[in-house]
């Protein structure tokens, strides 16, 4: 159970909290036990089948409930193949009929993202409905998980499937990048649109300064903001960064914790630059300073400052 | 400088010792009275359950013993007899999360013949795909929480050559991210929780050579927020869950120094009910089995009193580690 706030009530909310709950578990135990009992009915029962789109609006979690609707997809499927032989054999079948049901059940998705985004099931149950139709509208899948994704930006669920559609409907990586450019630019403590921005972007001579530019960007506006750091520190330990464009950052974020003394995110950036340029004598005041400045992580920075002490 | 706080803040009247026996009371009575509604309305993870509320018993020196048999024979019921998998509930579908609940327990119990073995070994070894990962039960949902379902199942079982453990390794490695960490599938985003699961795996699988230690300790020891607790991913509030998850995975990467105990302590406390027992997410929300199970077993790695020794890659009790002969790897601090 996540976020619920236990809340006081008196003798008698209570009582009535109770009765409401005691005859809410016995619809939801007949309600179970009508459509496991049903399970297996070919054709199906469309009472329990309704019955069951009504306890995974509430409870997209209760996994076997799905699992009853995939077979009962499943068997709708063949019976659709099976009633034109002909069209089947050619690879031709009509689906109208069956792509109709589909459609419900998508919408089904729908109700229950809407009640719980963060659903594992409810996400895979529509895509695996998607991957059944004969012609699946993956653009509009497009708009719903940019719609999702203007609610709650850091829902996971969501950029996974986008990157899933991406592919799909052959959207090019320049496109996307730009995508991410402008995410970023319009919220820089977005970690998921800095996170996504590193699956697109692959570090190279060509391309890293202009990523420094963007994540120094997102820095220097907000210092004290931990998202950018994450990815500054992932542009600055690689390879391709030129020392001299090292030692330029270095000069800019001395410049930076005049104005921010107390960032210990300046002071860890520092860190990792002067590591790369082999500086040499830093690590005592560096590590003192992030010691007393972040003392819940002192045991990671006595850590840092052995290892320098050792390596020189 | 902008202040960023996604933090809780912690009320002033903290106890700052565990309530030890209202736990266990809270725990042995779920089900029971106050919480006859939830209970019932959760049968779909029952099994999930069972396992938290047994192992925090456990933890807790209050193991179950006369109703052993009774959990047992339940057990047994869940288990498939076509597929060989388990499931949460008598008459729910078989899945990979319950097949290991199940097992976890029986293992507890020492009671693992009571099951048919080889349809357990059969059922995981066929939900492995093509490309080394594991779907959760037959309808191909991938996770990385199901690879480190799969090695905690049949490392258990001493079956883990029923798989192909290299191309299982190969697909964890692909959800390595930029940060350290690792999502759910290759490229989504690092999470805490997935993180645990996947260097757990790399535990089991004694492939620590996948990871980039430091960076990714650093990530993980960054998760602690200013009143102690940890959040799964940067600027999200914190959680007592991810006490284990961030905490259980330092300990298998020997960084445990890297956080601020006492404040973690200090937290974990916050979040306990001081009038029913158990443990809620946040201080003040509703207690749940759940939480009950990560609360105890991160007090266990800070090494708290009377709580017995957990092993962290498992999260099951060190002594039924040791009974198993499994030696997971962690490097020492
Ligand atoms: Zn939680």
Known sequence: MHGRLKIKTTAQQKAEKELKQSNQLTQYKASMSQILLHRNCDPFDPVSFKICAGLLSTNPDIYTLWNYRKEVILREKHRYEESDPAAKEDGDVDLKAFDGLLEKEISLTEDCLRANPKSYSAWYHRYWVLMLHSQPNWQQEFALCTKYLSVDDRNFHCWDYRRQLVNRIGITLPVEIKFSTERINNNFSNYSSWHYRSTLIQLNEQCIEEELELVKNAVFTDPGDSSAWFYLKWVVTNPALGKETCQELLDTLEQLQELEPDCKWVLLAKGWLMKRLHVKDYAVELYTQLIHLDAMRKGLYRDLLQNCIENS | ?333
């Open chain 2, 1 to 333: 400088m902008t202040e960023h706080l996604h933090d809780v803040v912690l009320p002033d009247n903290i106890t700052e010792e565990l309530l030890t026996s209202q736990h266990i009371d809270f725990i042995k009575k779920y089900g029971e009275e106050q919480n006859k509604f939830e209970y019932g309305m959760t049968d779909y993870l029952r099994l999930s359950g069972m396992y938290w509320g047994l192992t925090a018993l456990e933890l807790m020196n209050a193991g179950v013993t006369d109703t052993q048999d009774a959990i047992v024979e339940y057990i047994v019921k869940c288990q498939d007899p076509d597929s060989g998998g388990i499931s949460a509930c008598i008459d729910h579908d078989p899945h990979i999360l319950h097949t290991l609940s199940g097992i976890q327990i029986l293992a507890m119990f020492d009671k693992l013949d009571a099951i048919d073995i080889e349809g357990v070994v059969k059922y995981v070894q066929k939900l492995q795909q093509f490309d080394g990962s594991f779907s959760g039960d037959k309808w191909g949902e991938v996770d990385t929480r199901f690879s480190f379902c799969a090695v905690m199942i049949l490392s258990i079982l001493n079956r883990i050559s029923a798989i192909k453990v290299q191309k299982a390794v190969k697909f964890v490695k692909s959800c390595k991210n930029f940060d350290g960490g690792f999502g759910s599938r290759p490229l989504a985003e690092s999470h805490a929780g997935l993180t645990y699961c996947c260097v757990g795996f790399l535990s089991i699988t004694k492939r620590f050579d996948v990871l980039d230690i430091d960076n990714l300790a650093w990530w993980l020891c960054e998760r602690q927020n200013p009143s102690g607790g940890f959040n799964g991913r940067p600027e999200k509030l914190p959680d007592v869950c991810y006490s284990w998850w961030v905490l259980a995975t330092l300990a298998m990467l020997g960084k445990l120094t890297w956080i601020d105990g006492a404040k973690l302590q200090t937290f974990i406390f916050a979040c306990q009910d001081q009038e029913t027992g158990g443990f809620s997410d946040r201080p003040k929300d509703v207690p749940d089995p759940f939480h009950t199970l990560f609360a105890v077993a991160a007090l266990s790695l800070l090494d708290y009193e009377n709580i017995q020794k957990v092993n962290p890659t498992y999260c099951m009790p060190q002594h039924v580690i040791d009974r198993l002969q499994l030696d997971p790897k962690i490097l020492p601090s």
